[in-house]
Structures are given as C-alpha cells and as structure tokens.
T-cell receptor, first 112, second 111 residues
C-alpha cells in the first residue's frame, strides 16, 4: 500500500506570495492533519480534516488555511508569506476512529 | 500549560548498547502516545504506540514504558545500530483529537 505523498517536495517563494501544498493520504484514510516543523520548535499542529470538514485547528493565523476533497486528498494554503513561514510542512493521515497516524515526507518551504 | 517535553536534546550511544529516550507530558488526560523516528530529509516514521491503560509495550527491538504516576514515557532501543541514528519524538493525544509533540531527542550511534 502506498504511503502518504506530498507535493511539491521543495518550494522557494518570496515574501508576500502565497503557496499551496498538496497531500494524498494512504488509501482508505479519511483523516488528514497538517503540521509545521521548524528547528527547535518540533511539530506544531495546523489543522485536521475529516470527510472534507475541518475537525481541529491549531494556533496559527488565518493566513494558514486548508481544505479536503471528496477523495480525501488535502491541500493547505499559506497567503502573504512571511520569512518565518519557512519550515517543513508535514501531512499525516489516519483511519477514521484510529489513533495511529502516518506521515508523508514533507514539503520544504523556503521564503526569501 | 500543556506540554510534551524531552529530558535530553541529544543522546550518544555505542553501537550494540541499549538506548533510552525519555519524554515527559503534563496532561493526565492524555490517553494515547506514539513514538516517532525522523531521519534527515524524511517525515516522521511511526515506531510504536501505547495506550494509557497499559504500562509497557514491546515491538521489534523497541519497548515503550508509560508511568502515569509521574507522567513519563520512555523508549528503549535494544542493541542500538547505526541505522537507529535519528531524531525521536514522542506525541500525546487526548480523546482522539490533535496530537501534541515534543521537540525531539537526537540519537547518535557511535560505531
């Protein structure tokens, strides 16, 4: 079974631009969560989607948004990029009703 | 406040020795914990999990211990190998909601 996939793997943007990242969960997994990982900060939860609805949201500004499609694929968008948004963005999926969560390889976003 | 923290940011062990990585959590309501391994350039890889109704769980070369009295979690790796070098994270979950992660411990295995 294929794992979680994320595209693109690397991205360079300039301040003020916006970016969209994509995540395809493991087949059958309907829950998708997004995390931001920066040096020294660990993984910080952005939001979780289940059946196209946002179920949980972390403490991030409104510039960070996401959505989920009927095939469970998810996208996250960051508008008006800031230098501090440079990070590894990770997506994780899990089965409905299960705790076990599996991560993708991440998208490395660099904002210049 | 809520926190999931790690006692040591770095750990070096000799190849073949056992490794112990520790994690403290502050919310006694947490009912599920996962240990992840993250190698450079990769996403976190699920290692082992444990529910709050258990004290110990064993996998292949790994054991997780949960002490709810002191809110402490540990990951033991037996016969540590060079391929075990990575950053290890613990994560806690309450009621199936969001996971909270620690900042990670970097394990270096010395050949």
């Amino acid at each position: 079974k294929a794992g979680v996939t994320q595209t693109p793997r690397y991205l360079i943007k300039t301040r003020g631009q916006q970016v969209t990242l994509s995540c395809s969960p493991i087949s059958g997994h309907r829950s998708v969560s997004w995390y931001q990982q920066t040096p020294g900060q660990g993984l910080q939860f952005l939001f979780e989607y289940f059946s196209e609805t946002q179920r949980n949201k972390g403490n991030f500004p409104g510039r960070f948004s996401g959505r989920q499609f009927s095939n469970s694929r998810s996208e996250m968008n960051v508008s008006t990029l800031e230098l501090g948004d440079s990070a590894l963005y990770l997506c994780a999926s899990r089965l409905a009703g299960w705790y076990e969560q599996y991560f993708g390889p991440g998208t490395r976003l660099t904002v210049t | 406040g809520e926190s999931v923290g790690l006692h040591l940011p770095t750990l070096s062990v000799q190849e073949g020795d056992n490794s112990i990585i520790n994690c403290a959590y502050s919310n006694s309501a947490s009912d599920y914990f996962i240990w992840y391994k993250q190698e450079s350039g990769k996403g976190p890889q699920f290692i082992i999990d444990i529910r709050s109704n258990m004290d110990k769980r064993q996998g292949q070369r790994v054991t997780v211990l949960l002490n709810k009295t002191v809110k402490h979690l540990s990951l033991q790796i037996a016969a540590t190998q060079p391929g075990d070098s990575a950053v290890y994270f613990c994560a806690e979950n309450r009621d199936g909601n969001q996971f909270y992660f620690g900042t990670g411990t970097s394990l270096t295995v010395i050949p």
